[in-house]
């Protein structure tokens, strides 16, 4: 009767602990939250309560397994086991802790200031910073379990390790695409050449970047596609980025106009339109003849906006309402093509 009541009581006390634990600092981090508003961090460390339990059912399982007195043949398997998920849990624990104070270390920043692309650039770093531990754990995870799991491994590991340096230079030549990626990815995101959330032209293509990883980044084109680069070219190859040195930025609109045209009643236009537009920010605007050609005259009008999204729609009202203006009350300004009647050929003499 003992060997079966004595397991039970030791395997029943220790998961009672491991839960009272887990439930109690639950209560003591919702209590916290409550107790200060003005910081997330207790709130969104209360995700770590299930990788928090596991960690400390598995981790005394394994300190009460003699305790049990079980005597089985399997005795090292199960503890192994028990290991291995307490390394597990350790891994997701220490991710998600990583994930709560890079989030709310960002809610925080983003607080205290309004430049939006020192915001954007604290997010892009913290990104890249949370995917490199959550890589560096996983792979460290995945190498602990596999000795634990299978011990013949670790025999195996001492003579790989006699020839690691050879190891090391085929794999370095084998992954040179991938490590040259790592490398681009960790110098945009502490280089501050580009940033989650700027508006940048690659390949002919306007959009957002949304996401930056160790090896790609995602930018997100104007008609929600998806455009999908490895980060070494942002290294290596040329590219706008509008939000570069700040969000604001000057559009323009050109218009090929007839050389009668009344520029400056198209200026004063101009000018009394963009009064009304919130779209404008008010700090430039202008209309000049900027070329000519025997048939036409190229007319640009310039102006400023807070942003990119703004520029946009900014620019295809102007081009709308002038030309619209136009038409409506000096139809002629607009460019026309001269025509001329050909008399017909005279029949050729046979």
Same mark, same amino acid.
């Given at each position: 009767?003992?060997?079966?009541?004595?397991?039970?009581?030791?395997?029943?006390?220790?998961?009672?602990? /491991?839960?009272?634990?887990?439930?109690?600092?639950?209560?003591?981090?919702?209590?916290?939250?409550?107790?200060?508003?003005?910081?997330?961090?207790?709130?969104?460390?209360?995700?770590?309560?299930?990788?928090?339990? +596991?960690?400390?059912?598995?981790?005394?399982?394994?300190?009460?397994?003699?305790?049990?007195?079980?005597?089985?043949?399997?005795?090292?398997?199960?503890?192994?086991?028990?290991?291995?998920?307490?390394?597990?849990?350790?891994?997701?624990? /220490?991710?998600?802790?990583?994930?709560?104070?890079?989030?709310?270390?960002?809610?925080?920043?983003?607080?205290? /200031?309004?430049?939006?692309?020192?915001?954007?650039?604290?997010?892009?770093?913290?990104?890249?910073?949370?995917?490199?531990?959550?890589?560096?754990?996983?792979?460290?995870?995945?190498?602990?379990?596999?000795?634990?799991?299978?011990?013949?491994?670790?025999?195996?590991?001492?003579?790989?390790?006699?020839?690691?340096?050879?190891?090391?230079?085929?794999?370095?030549?084998?992954?040179?695409? $991938?490590?040259?990626?790592?490398?681009?990815?960790?110098?945009?995101?502490?280089?501050?050449?580009?940033?989650?959330?700027?508006?940048?032209?690659?390949?002919?293509?306007?959009?957002?970047?949304?996401?930056?990883?160790?090896?790609?980044?995602?930018?997100?084109?104007?008609?929600?596609?998806?455009? $999908?680069?490895?980060?070494?070219?942002?290294?290596s190859k040329p590219y706008e980025n509008w939000s570069r040195g700040?969000?604001?930025?000057?559009?323009?609109?050109?218009?090929?106009?007839?050389?009668?045209?009344?520029?400056?009643?198209?200026?004063?236009?101009?000018?009394?339109?963009?009064?009304?537009?919130?779209?404008?920010?008010?700090?430039?605007?202008?209309?000049?003849?900027?070329?000519?050609?025997? $048939?036409? +005259?190229?007319?640009?009008?310039?102006?400023?906006?807070?942003?990119?999204?703004?520029?946009?729609?900014?620019?295809?009202?102007?081009?709308?309402?002038?030309?619209?203006?136009?038409?409506?009350?000096?139809?002629?300004?607009?460019?026309?093509?001269?025509?001329?009647?050909?008399?017909?050929?005279?029949?050729?003499?046979?």
């Amino acid at each position: 009767m003992e060997e079966v009541l004595r397991p039970l009581i030791v395997f029943g006390v220790t998961l009672v602990v /491991t839960v009272t634990l887990g439930l109690l600092t639950d209560r003591v981090l919702c209590y916290s939250a409550t107790k200060h508003p003005r910081t997330r961090l207790p709130g969104l460390l209360r995700r770590v309560q299930l990788p928090l339990q +596991i960690l400390l059912g598995s981790a005394g399982l394994q300190l009460t397994y003699p305790l049990a007195e079980l005597h089985l043949r399997q005795d090292e398997v199960i503890r192994n086991i028990l290991a291995t998920a307490a390394i597990l849990a350790a891994a997701w624990l /220490t991710i998600r802790a990583v994930d709560a104070v890079a989030e709310n270390t960002l809610d925080k920043y983003a607080g205290r /200031t309004a430049d939006t692309a020192r915001v954007r650039r604290l997010h892009t770093q913290l990104t890249l910073v949370r995917r490199i531990v959550t890589f560096i754990l996983a792979l460290t995870s995945a190498a602990v379990v596999m000795l634990l799991l299978f011990p013949g491994l670790r025999t195996l590991g001492t003579s790989l390790l006699a020839s690691a340096g050879v190891i090391g230079i085929i794999a370095g030549v084998a992954a040179q695409s $991938t490590l040259g990626n790592l490398m681009a990815g960790l110098q945009i995101a502490f280089g501050d050449s580009v940033k989650i959330g700027d508006t940048v032209v690659v390949e002919g293509e306007w959009g957002t970047v949304e996401e930056i990883t160790l090896s790609f980044l995602t930018v997100r084109i104007w008609d929600d596609r998806r455009l $999908t680069m490895p980060v070494s070219y942002f290294n290596s190859k040329p590219y706008e980025n509008w939000s570069r040195g700040g969000s604001q930025i000057t559009g323009t609109v050109f218009l090929y106009l007839d050389h009668s045209a009344p520029v400056a009643d198209l200026r004063d236009h101009l000018r009394e339109y963009l009064r009304h537009r919130e779209d404008w920010d008010g700090r430039n605007w202008n209309l000049l003849v900027t070329d000519s050609t025997p $048939t036409s +005259i190229v007319v640009r009008a310039s102006m400023s906006a807070r942003n990119s999204d703004d520029v946009w729609t900014l620019r295809c009202a102007v081009r709308e309402e002038l030309i619209g203006w136009l038409t409506t009350h000096h139809p002629y300004a607009l460019p026309k093509i001269p025509t001329a009647l050909v008399n017909s050929m005279p029949a050729m003499a046979e």
